[in-house]
């Protein structure tokens, strides 16, 4: 099964991250079906990509979410839209602002891989960046479409939004022709 440890964020502010890409979807000059948005009920700021794992490691893989426990709630603000690809954007993404909850975040991803390498996980190759995808630009996308979703994202208003987290969860993702289906194996408190 395809797995992600995702970091639980407040239902509000996932509502209000989803409407940031409702609104460039609407924008005048913006390519309609070049972008492929992420489905409300998908998306999700992910932690720890684990990818393909046996059923059989669920639950070493809860034990090693346990080390995160009684670290405490973070708070977390959101504050920019942005895109991955530089010329040829390739996701769009809400960041977070780099304060004393980011910190904690990077921390909590330090404590997760530690756990993880002790039950044979590798680390991930790369500094985390911890983001919400909007959408997926598709791959035939134009050179005009791509130029068009640049100047959108890089027009688009500063975010102000604030989530709470007070837990974790693992999940399986299942990739179906209209987009990822997940399901909640495990929750964690924090």
């Not at 330090?110 to 002790?118: C, F, N, P, T, W």
Request: proline share 4%; glycine share 12%.
């Amino acid at each position: 099964m395809r797995l992600f440890v995702e970091t639980v964020l407040e239902a509000s502010a996932l509502d209000e991250v989803w409407s940031v890409g409702e609104r460039m979807r609407g924008e005048p000059g913006f390519p309609v079906g070049a972008v492929r948005w992420v489905k409300r009920e998908a998306m999700h700021l992910t932690l720890r990509f684990l990818g393909e794992v046996g059923e059989a490691r669920v639950p070493e893989i809860r034990g090693a979410l346990a080390e995160l426990e009684g670290s405490g709630r973070l708070d977390l603000h959101l504050v920019a839209v942005g895109s991955f690809g530089g010329r040829r954007p390739r996701v769009i993404w809400a960041g977070l602002q780099e304060d004393g909850g980011y910190e904690q975040l990077q921390r909590q991803r330090m404590r997760l891989d530690e756990a993880l390498a002790g039950i044979g996980f590798e680390s991930e190759r790369g500094a985390y960046r911890p983001h919400l995808t909007l959408g997926r630009v598709r791959r035939q996308a134009t050179t005009e479409e791509q130029a068009a979703i640049r100047a959108t994202v890089e027009a688009a208003p500063r975010l102000d939004i604030s989530t709470s987290v007070s837990g974790v969860a693992l999940v399986a993702s299942t990739l179906l022709k209209d987009g990822p289906r997940y399901r909640r194996l495990a929750m964690g408190e924090l």
